[in-house]
Structures are given as structure tokens and as C-alpha cells.
């Protein structure tokens, strides 16, 4: 994971919350149900959603992942952001026996056997 790009928060004005702090606030309700959000670096950050899956990287992030492989071995794949609704327009699972391709790089494609 690269370095923060971003300034500094402002001193004395805002302040990081901490990974423990924001899954708190998830589990209190303190967000929309539909409101799409990750804590990067300590800082809550709107985002395009992606699953129900956040993985708790040190003690300022919680980001959703592009990538997460779990038990069930089928790949889901979720395209086509929506800004309107913040939602992917396009969603595909691809099971074991089929292939998973690649827009960006024509010809690419790999069976999710070969991931596990």
C-alpha cells in the first residue's frame, strides 16, 4: 500500500478515527443502510460498493477490497459503476468449470479452478 498522497488533516481541527471507532459506528447504525463508505487512513472516504466484506488493514483502515477470495470457490464480479444509484449496474459469477476474462487485456482469461 502506497503512502498517503493527500495533506494532512488540518492540526487542532479534525482528527483520524480509528478502525475499532468506525466498526463501532457500523454496528451502531450511525450510518445510512445504503451509505457507501470505507475508512482509509483514518479518514471515512464515500465509495462504489462492493460487497459486504471489510478487511480491517491496521489500526486507521477499513477499505473494501477489489480482490477477496473466501470459501465458495466461484468468482463474482461486479462492473459498470453507477454514480446515480452507487451501485454496480452488472454482476457475474463465474464458477469453477468456466472462464473468467479480462476486458482490459483481450485474450486473457482464467479458469477459477486454477485459483485454488
Not at 10 to 17: D, F, I, S, T, V
Not at 57 to 71: R, T
Not at 95 to 115: I, K, T, Y
Request: hydrophobic share 40%; proline share 10%; charged share 25%.
Amino acid at each position: 500500500m502506497e503512502p498517503s498522497r493527500e495533506p494532512p488533516l488540518p492540526a487542532g481541527r479534525l482528527r483520524r478515527l480509528t478502525a475499532a471507532e468506525y466498526m463501532w459506528m457500523v454496528d451502531a447504525g450511525v450510518f445510512g443502510e445504503h451509505e457507501r463508505l470505507e475508512l482509509l487512513d483514518g479518514v471515512l472516504c464515500k465509495m462504489s460498493p462492493q460487497s459486504v466484506l471489510p478487511l480491517q488493514l491496521g489500526e486507521l483502515s477499513v477499505p473494501e477490497p477489489d480482490l477477496a477470495v473466501v470459501e465458495s470457490k466461484e468468482v463474482e464480479v461486479y462492473r459498470a459503476p453507477d454514480s446515480e444509484t452507487e451501485a454496480y449496474t452488472e454482476r457475474i459469477t463465474v464458477g469453477r468449470s468456466e472462464a473468467l476474462s479480462c476486458r482490459s487485456v483481450p485474450g486473457l482469461s482464467v479458469p477459477p479452478a486454477d485459483l485454488w
